[in-house]
């Protein structure tokens, strides 16, 4: 039997790493590896890329699996125990050793669906709670291959949620698709599976749950402070720019991101201010900078 990689080796984390690191890992890795974004003899590498990820993060987020795996390495999650004192899981799901046993195929008819083979209550279950605090997919049945679309959305509809129209099977559907959805997610809507693509936005750019923008500050503003209005996906709002503000200054809005998705709560914005030097100055304002110039400033 081949030897397994070794489940931080595979996120890219170390033994260390806090839940937080690795769920962030887990998300990089999955949205990297994941099938759809591969074609051709790639594809079956990235299947099996994506299954051990999946696998890693099985065990790495829940702190007993950790625990075990970091005792027993992956003697802890297969049957008939390991050589250092037994499964420490045995028995615990029909006598068939390890409960942990996880399980991939693929079937021609859902296009290699990773998802397709489990049955999920919640149609808005999609990557890191594939294997996180929901239903236990463990022992779940086997489901029906069922079709796969995929919907390309604005990325404010992305931010705000968004209600669409699609044909499925030669029908016309209403969705909804939850505000704070994420590119690439993957939304089971029982009987067809939908993938999110999200266009870029020309003003905002998108870090998981956090908004950055740059904005234009003049250079008198920057020197003797003021306020200024700025852009958020909630609209725009007035900050106070503070005297003697330097270029790329980082301003940080609480809770003024995007909405979680699983919990509540918004992610920040991070604004970045860029000042603007004139480039041509009046008589009087050379004078001025002129004067500046021989004080160091």
Same mark, same amino acid.
Request: no cysteine; hydrophobic share 35%.
């Given at each position: 039997m081949a030897t397994k990689s070794d489940y931080y080796d595979i996120l890219g984390v170390s033994k260390s790493a806090s839940a937080d690191e690795i769920k962030k890992a887990y998300r990089k890795q999955a949205l990297e590896w994941h099938p759809d974004k591969h074609a051709g003899s790639d594809k079956e590498a990235a299947e099996k890329r994506f299954k051990e990820i999946n696998e890693a993060y099985q065990i790495l987020s829940d702190k007993e699996k950790k625990s075990a795996y970091d005792q027993f390495g992956h003697d802890a999650f297969t049957p008939g125990g390991s050589a250092r004192g037994g499964n420490p899981f045995a028995g615990g799901f029909g006598g068939q050793g390890g409960p942990f046993t996880y399980t991939y195929s693929t079937s021609g008819g859902d296009g290699g669906n990773p998802f397709g083979n489990f049955d999920f209550g919640d149609p808005f279950d999609i990557f890191e709670s594939f294997f996180g605090g929901g239903g236990n997919p463990f022992g779940a049945r086997q489901r029906r291959s069922i079709p796969r679309y995929s919907i390309k959305i604005d990325f404010m509809e992305a931010v705000k949620g968004v209600e669409k129209t699609v044909n499925v099977e030669g029908g016309k559907?209403? /969705?909804?698709?939850?505000?704070? /959805?994420?590119?690439?997610?993957?939304?089971?809507?029982?009987?067809?599976?939908?993938?999110?693509? /999200?266009?870029?936005?020309n003003l905002f750019e998108r870090n998981e749950d956090d908004i950055y923008v740059n904005v234009i500050v003049p250079y008198s503003l920057a020197a003797f402070g003021g306020e200024i209005e700025v852009p958020t996906v909630d609209g725009?709002?007035?900050?106070?720019?503070?005297?003697?503000?330097?270029?790329?200054?980082?301003?940080?809005?609480?809770?003024?991101g995007v909405n979680h998705l699983h919990g509540r709560g918004k992610g920040d914005e991070y604004v970045k201010l860029n000042i603007l030097v004139p480039e041509k100055l009046s008589r009087e304002q050379r004078r001025v900078v002129e004067g500046m110039r021989e004080e160091g400033l």
């Open positions: 559907r209403t /969705i909804k698709i939850p505000a704070g /959805i994420y590119e690439g997610a993957r939304i089971s809507f029982g009987d067809f599976t939908l993938s999110v693509n /999200i266009k870029p936005d725009a709002v007035k900050i106070r720019v503070r005297a003697g503000t330097q270029p790329g200054t980082t301003i940080r809005l609480r809770e003024k």
